[in-house]
């Protein structure tokens, strides 16, 4: 299957200047900083309960949100973002990790169900 979005930015030139243009940054979806250099379509219903729309977001910021919600609960949130903060896991996930780098990584562990 096909990418819909290309792994990596096209630069784009001002005609006739030579310059490149400035890169809008995009923000991420869950905590609202600017996403780096890797971007992460996410689908906020997932695709198999019917989810068509995708959402930027960092790769961590995913990871959070697969390891402390079903496929079933984010159905339900859809796409209400502060329905997911009130999660206490997810609140204090998004204040630590507000102070990072935009290409900040780390491992992520599971949820003990």
Same mark, same amino acid.
């Given at each position: 299957?096909?990418?819909? #979005?290309?792994?990596?930015?096209?630069?784009?030139?001002?005609?006739?200047?030579g310059e490149e243009a400035p890169a809008e940054?995009? *923000?991420?979806?869950?905590?609202?900083?600017?996403?780096?250099?890797? *971007?992460?379509? #996410? #689908?906020?219903?997932?695709?198999?309960?019917?989810?068509?729309?995708?959402?930027?977001? #960092?790769? *961590?910021?995913?990871?959070?949100?697969?390891?402390?919600?079903?496929?079933?609960?984010?159905?339900?949130?859809?796409?209400?973002?502060?329905?997911l903060l009130t999660n206490p896991a997810v609140?204090?996930?998004?204040?630590?990790?507000?102070?990072?780098d935009p290409d900040f990584t780390a491992t992520?562990?599971?949820?003990?169900?």
């Amino acid at each position: 299957m096909a990418r819909k #979005h290309s792994k990596q930015a096209a630069s784009y030139e001002y005609p006739g200047t030579g310059e490149e243009a400035p890169a809008e940054p995009v *923000i991420c979806w869950l905590c609202g900083r600017p996403t780096g250099k890797t *971007i992460i379509w #996410h #689908h906020p219903v997932p695709k198999s309960r019917g989810g068509r729309d995708t959402v930027p977001m #960092h790769a *961590i910021c995913q990871q959070t949100l697969t390891v402390n919600f079903t496929n079933s609960e984010l159905e339900r949130y859809a796409m209400d973002v502060d329905g997911l903060l009130t999660n206490p896991a997810v609140r204090k996930f998004v204040d630590w990790v507000a102070k990072k780098d935009p290409d900040f990584t780390a491992t992520i562990a599971k949820k003990q169900r």
